[in-house]
């Protein structure tokens, strides 16, 4: 489904993430894990083409997309959920949902798709004439996740989707995510919190400065002593900030 | 009835014209603002446009119609041309380059002497421009804005106005539609132009500077960018207070001031905002819309 090869893309001149390959199979979840800084969104945001990549290749079902305007991106199946949810505040939630089936103009079937992602989010359908920025921030989130579904992507790209909301919360949305690949969609996730991402995810890549440390299966990174100690051990600090 | 319309045109009717032809001009404005382009071209839009249909009208002796939709075209040509390299530029780098290109409009407006007649300006332009026209084109253009907020694109340029790189990822061409929105902004402050240039007999390289492109920023914002009527309340509203100062003398120019001061530190959806101070439980009823704070 998603393919890249030896990727390196920033800012400016500044190289933010370095010579990274992932690869995500049709179907598949996949998570990227790491800290702050690792790269993990200038990844995302390199596919999505919102930030241009320096080298390496970009491929989309097969098909070369690297640097491609992020409109083509949109209509060749892959949608972001951006970080910080960005919903339009002073729009209501059904116009937001309108705005992320943009892409497919006047298809019949998106009235039967708002009705789909309704049911998937019923808090959604009771504020649906209520302005976005009245939402609270799950509901923002599940906002986020369905204006991004609106688009009938084959594959949907998850920016730290628990981000500052409550526990109960962040089970809600992670599970789901979890749902919405096994309907089908395939996902890539990037997460810091690792251990919620390792539990949806089948596969994860670890990053660190820029560069991919390894990759391995999500359960096998689950015992793994170096994401133990790096990622999952500050289990206390976690729960606290969450 | 008529008789009382015509008196009242008789006594006031060059300030009804100014008013109906700013508020044209807001809404071409308005074109550029609700994506978030806070264009100071227009004046040199104006100015495209006016020379351009004058020289139509008395060098060609063209229809007026085919000179002011000429002139609205030549300018849209002129904003397709400098809108690919400017809309790259954001924020106060986008202005300063919309002022400049005023400016150097002007400067050759100046010095063009066989078609701008130069410092000079150009006199004696026939008067072809009736209220009823203007009127006509007010409420087309009412209904063009209508139609536009309801729209896909309408709401995708919502989308723009509060966040761009948002919404290119939604799969919003931002590019494409700034620019296309930049060009009917041009279209219709070209037309206006034209519309300016045959009401007031004369047009000269000073008509349509700075000055001119800072009110007609000034209108829909006054008024609010998120209104249907917001552009135009505002025009009507900076285009009176003028003459409703008159009392004062030279305290005019500041009392207008203080007052737009007034609207932007209190008002910052605009006037139109004083509307919308309903009981939240009606304002939560209201069905689907993309307006106000």
Request: charged share 15%; proline share 4%; aromatic share 8%.
């Amino acid at each position: 489904m998603l393919e890249l090869v030896k990727v390196t893309s920033g800012y400016g001149s500044v190289a933010a993430v370095e010579d990274i390959d992932i690869t995500v199979p049709a179907g598949a979840c996949v998570c990227l894990i790491g800290a702050n800084g690792a790269g993990k969104t200038t990844t995302l945001l390199t596919i999505c083409g919102l930030v241009r990549a320096f080298s390496g290749t970009v491929r989309i079902e097969g098909r070369d997309m690297t640097a491609r305007p992020a409109d083509r991106i949109v209509r060749a199946g892959v949608s972001l959920v951006p970080e910080g949810r960005r919903v339009v505040a002073s729009m209501s939630v059904e116009d937001n949902l309108k705005v992320g089936a943009y892409v497919r103009g006047g298809d019949p079937a998106i009235a039967d798709d708002m009705e789909l992602i309704y049911t998937r989010f019923p808090r959604l359908k009771e504020r649906r004439f209520q302005y976005a920025g009245s939402l609270s921030g799950g509901e923002q989130q599940m906002l986020a996740m369905g204006r991004a579904l609106m688009a009938r992507p084959k594959l949907l790209l998850l920016d730290e989707p628990s981000m500052g909301l409550a526990p109960h919360v962040v089970n809600d949305i992670f599970a789901t995510i979890a749902d919405i690949n096994a309907k089908g969609t395939t996902v890539l996730l990037v997460e810091q919190n690792a251990r919620k991402a390792l539990s949806v995810a089948s596969y994860g890549y670890v990053m660190e400065h820029g560069r991919i440390l390894f990759a391995d299966t999500a359960e096998a990174l689950a015992r793994d002593p170096r994401v133990i100690a790096a990622y999952l051990g500050m289990r206390a600090a976690e729960t606290a900030s969450a | 009835m008529m008789a009382a319309l015509d008196g009242f045109l008789a006594s006031y009717g060059n300030l009804v014209n100014l008013c109906l032809l700013n508020t044209l001009l807001a809404y071409g404005v308005w074109l550029a603002l609700a994506a978030n382009m806070f264009t100071l071209g227009t004046g040199g839009f104006m100015a495209v446009g006016a020379y351009c249909s004058v020289y139509f009208t008395m060098q060609l002796g063209a229809p007026f119609a085919v000179a002011v939709v000429a002139g609205g075209l030549l300018a849209a040509a002129v904003a397709l041309v400098i809108g690919a390299p400017v809309l790259r530029l954001r924020g106060d780098y986008f202005m300063l380059a919309t002022f400049a290109f005023t400016e150097v409009v002007r400067v050759i407006a100046l010095n063009w002497d066989a078609v701008t007649g130069g410092a000079i300006g150009i006199y004696g332009i026939p008067r072809y421009t009736e209220t009823w026209q203007l009127v006509l084109l007010v409420l087309i253009a009412l209904y063009f804005v209508f139609a536009l907020r309801r729209s896909y694109f309408g709401r995708s340029i919502a989308a723009i106005r509060q966040d761009d790189v948002m919404s290119e990822a939604m799969g919003v061409n931002v590019f494409g539609q700034r620019l296309s929105l930049f060009v009917a902004s041009g279209f219709v402050s070209g037309g206006v132009g034209g519309l300016a240039a045959h009401l007031n007999f004369f047009v000269g390289p000073s008509d349509f500077g700075l000055l001119r492109s800072v009110d007609a920023l000034a209108y829909p914002i006054l008024g609010g960018v998120n209104a249907l009527l917001g552009p135009m309340v505002g025009a009507i509203f900076t285009t009176l207070l003028p003459e409703l100062l008159r009392f004062s003398s030279q305290w005019r120019e500041i009392l207008m001031g203080l007052l737009i001061l007034a609207v932007v530190l209190f008002l910052p959806g605009g006037a139109m905002s004083l509307l919308r101070w309903r009981p939240r439980k009606a304002a939560a009823r209201r069905p689907s819309t993309q307006g106000a704070e």
